[in-house]
């Protein structure tokens, strides 16, 4: 009813259809059919067309809804104006716990988009491996924590919001690899014991039986991924980390199974109202990453 309202003003003050319709963009059928609407709406004619002399005339009704409907479209307007100061204003601060994948290369997005929206927030993001992720949301550390596959304690609240994909990677320089069991006598690259992504890693091994060579542990994405880069070995890691080096070339990408792919979660603690900062924060986070997949 909104932009029926709107026809009608243009309409009441302009006095002509036909100039109605060009200011609105819109088809002088459509102007008619909005006024129709109205009338139908309110049970009362608006309008009185004279043919013959090709001009309109506006009932008392027609001008006392012309009255109402500038009131109307004024609240609208003033209520539109008040709601977005008060998104604007929304003030508090965040303490997120993150893994490293999310942490480094997903939620920066979103949080640029988010201090843009609500500038008034302050948002601290610490990284660490998933297993003292959740154990800083159990000792309510963190407001929320972010997480790669299933959370190591049951008392929390876990909500998916990203499907990610992990793959077999190595440096382009690497040669005689080219199915699974040629990666066999290989160095492999692993993070730490309590990282989500060793997990995988620890799945694929035990999976085709491999034991590997030489193992090396290296505490960051970043660190595996110049250590691939380098040819000092192959790893299990996500997409996200490698996408961009094997688009240039530099790595080489093993497509793998469903079982390699996995959920990011946030986490919050069971039994602990949230309050409204924490409330906003993953309600544009589900927003923007259901915007992200369609």
Not at 61 to 75: D, H, M, V
Not at 106 to 113: E, N, R, S, V
Not at 127 to 156: H, Q, R, W
Not at 200 to 206: A, E, K, P, V
Request: charged residues 20%.
């Amino acid at each position: 009813m909104i932009s029926e309202l709107k026809t009608f003003i243009t309409v009441v003050e302009l006095k002509n259809f036909t100039k109605a319709a060009e200011v609105l963009n819109l088809s002088q059928p459509s102007v008619s059919i909005h006024i129709k609407n109205l009338e139908a709406q309110f049970e009362v004619k608006l309008i009185n067309r004279s043919v013959k002399q090709k001009k309109i005339i506006i009932t008392d009704e027609g001008y006392r809804l012309y009255a109402r409907a500038k009131e109307i479209l004024a609240l609208i307007d003033t209520t539109k104006h008040e709601l977005k100061t008060e998104i604007s204003s929304l003030r508090g601060s965040l303490k997120i716990g993150s893994s490293f994948t999310i942490g480094e290369y997903l939620l920066p997005q979103f949080i640029a988009y988010f201090t843009n929206k609500y500038p008034e927030i302050d948002i601290k993001v610490l990284m660490n491996n998933t297993a003292a992720v959740c154990k800083g949301i159990k000792e309510l550390s963190y407001d929320i924590g972010f997480i790669e596959g299933p959370p190591a304690f049951g008392n929390l609240n876990q909500h998916c919001f990203y499907t990610d994909e992990m793959v077999l990677a190595y440096s382009s320089l690497l040669t005689g690899v080219s199915t699974i069991n040629s990666f066999a006598n290989q160095c492999w690259i692993s993070r730490e014991d309590g990282s989500g992504t060793k997990e995988y890693l620890n799945m694929f091994l035990s999976q085709h039986h491999i034991i590997p060579k030489k193992l090396m542990i290296l505490g960051s994405n970043y660190a595996i991924k110049e250590a691939i880069k380098n040819n000092l070995g192959i790893t299990i890691i996500s997409k996200l980390v490698v996408n961009d080096p094997a688009k240039n070339g530099e790595l080489n990408l093993f497509t793998l199974d469903d079982h390699f792919t996995r959920n990011f979660s946030y986490l919050t603690p069971k039994n602990v109202t949230l309050n409204e900062v924490t409330k906003v924060f993953l309600h544009e986070l589900d927003l923007f990453y259901k915007k992200e997949k369609s």
